[in-house]
């Protein structure tokens, strides 16, 4: 008998123009999804508990130092009226964070290559750099709940856990397209700063997180209304205390669009490579 050798199979390479990974590259899109969690988690005494801790000084400012105890507002006490509203923008502020850090490193150390060569499509690229931004906002709006619900005086209990989630995750997913426009935009820190500085922080602090917008003037309850923010913070805090100063179904449709024109906007610009190629 003569024997037989085993030949090696043969590689076949597919034809040009014909993709490899057909559909969705879930092995690449984790890969960058964990890349991104891994990179704030190792810092996370900084990215995560710093900003429960300094949100929580928010609510001791406003409940001890200006007497806050005794107030009512909606009907409930000051300090649960805007226990919610600290928590979402604290995951809003850090989802921002998170989303604008990555390309702007990139572009400025010159590894931005390393985000654009990957065998990643543009929507996959989006969905890992916001959907590590939410994680990161999930993370810290846990940790302010749970140095919260040690607080006295505060009952920070979901009365509607499907509103929390809802307002919650489209409050940070918001922040983190917001934040991913900015880091195509900004070449430097100071860019990012300035959108911080200018936009995020003006945008929550007028958000009705320390106030009830029935209390303003009718020129400013209107644009109170024209802040996508105020939207978050209300159904948020609908969530938890069951009551709300804007109606919920129409906030909830008004983020979702706001975030379906973000993320467009994010997969036009990075598709094109506007400022992100040479």
């Given amino acids: 008998m003569t024997p037989t050798t085993e030949q090696p199979p043969k590689m076949t390479l597919s034809p ?24 704030f988690f190792k810092v996370q005494l900084q990215t995560i508990w710093a900003p429960a801790i300094t949100t929580l000084l928010f609510l001791v400012i406003f409940t001890v130092a200006l007497g806050g105890g005794e107030r009512t ?10 226990a ?50 939410v994680t990161r906002a999930v993370f810290v709006g846990f940790a302010v709940w749970l140095a919260m619900a040690f607080w006295p005086g505060v009952q920070i209990v979901p009365h509607h856990p499907l509103a929390v989630i809802w307002f919650g995750l489209l409050g940070a997913s918001m922040l983190g397209f917001l934040g991913l426009l900015t880091s195509i935009w900004a070449d430097k820190f100071d860019h990012a700063a300035a959108v911080t500085n200018f936009v ?45 100063d804007s109606p919920v179904l129409l906030g909830g449709l008004v983020l979702l669009g706001v ?14 490579g506007w400022r992100l190629k040479s």
């Fill in 16 to 39: 040009p123009g014909v993709p490899v990974i057909p559909f969705v590259n879930w092995g690449g899109m984790t890969a960058l999804y964990v890349k991104e969690v891994r990179r």
């Fill in 73 to 82: 507002v909606l009907g409930r006490p000051f300090a649960t009226f805007v």
């Fill in 84 to 133: 919610p509203g600290l928590i979402v923008m604290g995951m809003m502020q850090n989802a921002f964070a998170n989303a604008s850090f990555s390309l702007l490193v990139g572009k400025m150390q010159g590894t931005i290559v390393d985000y654009l060569m990957p065998p990643l499509s543009t929507g996959e690229l989006v969905a890992g750099l916001v959907g590590a931004a």
């Fill in 200 to 244: 995020v922080a003006p945008l929550s602090l007028l958000s009705g997180t320390f106030y009830s917008i029935e209390s303003l003037h009718g020129v400013f309850q209107t644009l109170s209304h024209l802040n996508p923010f105020f939207y978050v913070i209300s159904g948020f805090r609908y969530g938890f205390i069951g009551t709300t």
């Fill in 259 to 272: 975030n379906v024109a973000l993320g467009a906007l994010c997969y036009t610009l990075i598709r094109k």
